[in-house]
């Protein structure tokens, strides 16, 4: 009676709020959602605020406290995690940022913040990690492509110091301002001094790239500029197996939530057809799900194509992409041996295309689970459920207990 | 599907515990409320702490709790709030005073600590403020009569304490024994001489004053002592329009929610006819609530009644008062663009004659809120609402999300 492993499927912005277009239902009310309202009716609901009521989380502070790490103690900007998830080992100490791809015509002025939504980046990468040179400066980077025309960039060296602006003006038709200092701290001075002469450096790189000369000749926008953003120190994070017993993998196809896993230990399993959108593979990253809880006591897999929708305002295709979700998780209904969690990581309103603090639905279903008499996983359902209202950092706990990795407190 | 507007209607002490003259019911679960159901059925409930589980909340912690000010953080006792709200414009380092005019005998004892519950004691004050002179204490003094036998006193100077006693011995019969310094604190030393010194210029004006002279002749007892108490030092209060990016008013006929609602920039909306009691004009006020609601961001309207009924233990009055105000809120049923908050600050069971910890009921009604299934206002029907169990502080950052004014914490 007692699971020895642990899967959470975190449907990323899945819960939502009451949308015109469903007649005032939120998108999951709105879904047939046989399997999830199966697994609610086996389990205990509840709703959840990842963070606390009222604030409103993005989905790297959310998923620190659903792992059991506070963000008020962890977070330290988007930048390092998302270069631990684009493919850069952060170390502690070490300044991540997140990049773009961009165009700027021969006046300088930024014509595409997205290069045209270019991909296939990687020998751009390559040829600036050969030859951008920041060591008369005393600083190191390292620096990735990532998906499409995303890039992540880490510096490293003596008295770096993270506080620093982006010269991402987020529109286009003007020139990209330089990255200032936002302190008078010396370390914040030589960071910018950095990312001011990567940036110069990468241009002329990028701008005589061959790729670049193709892309002009057949009409596209070269990505002749960096644009780089999301400053943050690399922390130091106790690892999952010391802080919990516990080996893991994460399953994501967005690289935030990919380095937040890896940042705390958990091994990043690639799962291709995966694209973090509603076209994504879910049946082969349900596969490697379970392919992982053979070998792994707990599984993050995190589910991104909800958000999107919600993002975009699109109650019908929220909806819709729920009911693919919801067939998707059906080899999840005969799961032994495992505690499995679902929840979102925050609420993606499609009546405010964007994240809300209105907490989340959460289920949980396994052996030692107290079943409560909810039998529909949705916002407001869950709400009259056993757990109530129960906060991201109290995840970890109760999973840890009924798994029966709790120390006593007390005697 | 937003709501740019929210309105707080605070009914002051409406909670309550089971009522034996109400044969074990609540005066809120007696009462006809079809009004407030209805704002039920079309919102989200729950059950609040003002302050937390177990504690006790004044009207003022609560009021400042609800409005996103800590009042561990803010609350330096009633005095300061009280002045505020008689119309003493408060700057930090004051220290105020509530106060009662009362009487003595000619031999100095208590014979009416409310001064026969006298009113119109504008003309006191004024010779008060005419005559009284503290600068040979290095003190000055702002005096003013608020409704009734009350009143409000402020010091300011170099070197003021606010941990002084009371001279209100709080029974009759007895002398006002002499205001003393809690601490060895030299500057609450000064205060209270500058308060003995006070009392001893003013006692002197009022015996001599022609209003007391007509009194005596008319039998009716004189207010010729200032019996001063609740002494705290004004603190610095973020203003409501930065802290928030709202603009507000605040409607209350009780002064301590008015200086509360002042202190944080409201701005106070006087309404004529409104008593802070059980015969106001509740429809005068409701209808000063939605004018404001056409030019302000947020209105704070408390309602002042049902509390005065727990106090003096009346269940039946409470009752009746209740489906008074219910009758009243009907032209809230119309509101467009608002989020319409409805709660009470803390509960006032006629069991006990005072507040208690109980958590009250809380409903939060307008564009986005997710509706649960409860459909009747009282406190066991919101216990089972989809908020749950929230907090005083946690109200703002719900509502300030609800309106689109939170900002993302991560990305």
Chains 1, 2 share one sequence.
Do not use: W
């Not at 002025?109 to 270019?118: H, N």
């Not at 936002?182 to 370390?187: E, M, V």
Request: proline share 7%.
């Amino acid at each position: 009676m007692i699971a020895h492993k642990v899967l959470f499927v975190v449907l990323d912005g899945v819960s939502d709020r009451p949308c015109d277009a469903l007649n005032g239902l939120t998108p999951l009310e709105a879904a047939k959602t046989p399997v999830l309202d199966r697994i609610a009716a086996e389990g205990i609901c509840g709703i959840m605020d990842s963070v606390a009521p009222g604030i409103r989380p993005g989905s790297d502070t959310s998923h620190l406290a659903l792992l059991g790490y506070p963000p008020q103690e962890y977070y330290t900007g988007r930048g390092p995690l998302e270069a631990e998830g684009t493919g850069i080992h952060m170390t502690a100490g070490m300044i991540g940022f997140r990049c773009n791809f961009a165009t700027v015509d021969e006046n300088g002025l930024i014509t595409d913040r997205r290069a045209g939504r270019i991909s296939g980046t990687a020998p751009l990468a390559e040829a600036i990690r050969e030859e951008v040179d920041l060591s008369a400066l005393g600083v190191e980077f390292r620096f990735e492509s990532g998906a499409g025309h995303r890039a992540a960039l880490a510096l490293s060296g003596v008295g770096l110091g993270d506080k620093v602006s982006s010269n991402d003006p987020k529109k286009e038709g003007v020139k990209p301002p330089a990255v200032k200092p936002c302190t008078d701290d010396p370390a914040d001075k030589k960071t910018a001094e950095a990312c001011n002469e990567f940036i110069r450096q990468s241009s002329k790189v990028l701008y005589d790239h061959p790729l670049n000369i193709k892309r002009m000749e057949e009409g596209l926008p070269p990505a002749n500029l960096l644009l780089i953003r999301g400053a943050g120190k690399m922390g130091k994070f106790p690892q999952f197996s010391e802080r919990y017993g516990l080996s893991g993998s994460v399953i994501s196809a967005a690289t935030l939530i990919t380095g937040i896993g890896k940042v705390v230990g958990l091994e990043h399993i690639p799962v291709p057809g995966t694209t973090g959108s509603v076209n994504s593979d879910l049946n082969a990253k349900v596969k490697a799900a379970l392919g992982e809880l053979e070998r792994k006591d707990f599984v993050l897999m995190n589910i991104k194509g909800a958000d999107e929708a919600g993002h975009d305002g699109k109650g019908i295709q929220k909806r819709d992409f729920i009911e693919v979700i919801d067939a998707a998780l059906e080899p999840l209904l005969d799961l032994p041996d495992t505690l499995l969690v679902i929840c979102a990581d925050h609420s993606t309103p499609c009546s405010i295309k964007d994240h809300s603090a209105d907490p989340v639905p959460v289920v949980i279903r396994g052996p030692g689970v107290r079943v409560d008499r909810n039998t529909r996983f949705d916002e407001i359902s869950c709400a009259e459920g056993g757990l109530h209202r129960i906060r991201g950092l109290d995840l970890m706990p109760i999973v840890l207990d009924l798994i029966n990795k709790s120390h006593k407190y007390g005697a």
